[in-house]
Nanobody, 115 residues
Framework: QVQFVESGGGLVQPGGSLRLSCAAS????????MGWYRQAPGKQRELVAG???????NYADSVKGRFTISRDNAKNTVYLQMNSLKPEDTAVYYC?????????WGQGTQVTVSS
């Protein structure tokens, strides 16, 4: 069974940066495409960024040029570097496989962008 534990969220001012981390259990991580997702209050969960096992990335239009997804297969970890944060980036951020594994949703990590 695959599990994901997200960390690194917090309160940041507009224009600031945060780096999220996601630790994955399971031996298949290196062969699995991963994604960062977010859910803002009253909105559906959406894909923010994805990365294939080979390192190819894709991003939601709303975060292109500001967010960077990366992975370290030796550490079973995927990262999301978030720069130039905006109030509309406020959400709970989750990692999961891409496409998402039904039972892979963890607790997420809260990101709040506010002055």
């Amino acid at each position: 069974q695959v599990q994901f534990v997200e960390s690194g969220g917090g309160l940041v001012q507009p224009g600031g940066s945060l780096r999220l981390s996601c630790a994955a259990s399971g031996s298949i991580f290196s062969r699995t495409a991963m994604g960062w997702y977010r859910q803002a209050p009253g909105k559906q969960r959406e894909l923010v960024a994805g990365i294939t096992s080979g390192g190819r990335t894709n991003y939601a239009d709303s975060v292109k040029g500001r967010f960077t997804i990366s992975r370290d297969n030796a550490k079973n970890t995927v990262y999301l570097q978030m720069n130039s944060l905006k109030p509309e980036d406020t959400a709970v951020y989750y990692c999961n496989t891409h496409p998402p594994y039904r039972n892979g949703w963890g607790q997420g990590t809260q990101v709040t962008v506010s002055s």
